[in-house]
């Protein structure tokens, strides 16, 4: 199995970036999918999920309202997209999934996830 992500890089604050992770191998399927964080000295923070089941989103609260989650369940790829980004959400960004549970909470807020990405570095700086 493998999650590939992409599109990290450098970007001014106030920019955009989209993220995308492609899923492949998953010949049992998985039930959702998202995007965790992590920056230099600081913990994990779940950043936006979704369930394959239900659709139903989850967000965290530092970036609602900036960034989109979608999905192409045909292409098995998961998107995210960053507006208004700010010098905050400089990380690297995981892409993982759950293939136990379709919970978008369980996968971003209790970080419930079976497989994770590689990771993609997003840098938001002047």
């Known amino acids: 199995v493998q999650l590939q992500a992409s599109g990290g890089g450098l970007v001014q604050p106030g920019g955009s970036l989209r993220l995308s992770c492609a899923a492949s191998g998953f010949t049992s399927g998985y039930l959702a999918i998202g995007w965790f964080r992590q920056a230099p000295g600081k913990e994990r923070e779940g950043v936006s999920c979704?369930?394959?089941?239900?659709?139903?989103?989850y967000y965290a609260d530092s970036v609602k309202g900036r960034f989109t989650i979608s999905s192409d369940s045909a292409e098995n790829t998961v998107y995210l997209q960053m507006n208004s980004l700010a010098p905050e959400d400089t990380a690297v960004y995981y892409c993982t999934v759950s293939q136990s549970s379709g919970s978008s909470y369980g996968l971003c807020r209790d970080l419930e996830y079976d497989v994770r990405g590689q990771g993609t570095q997003v840098t938001v700086s002047s």
């Open positions: 979704i369930s394959r089941i239900n659709g139903i989103t």
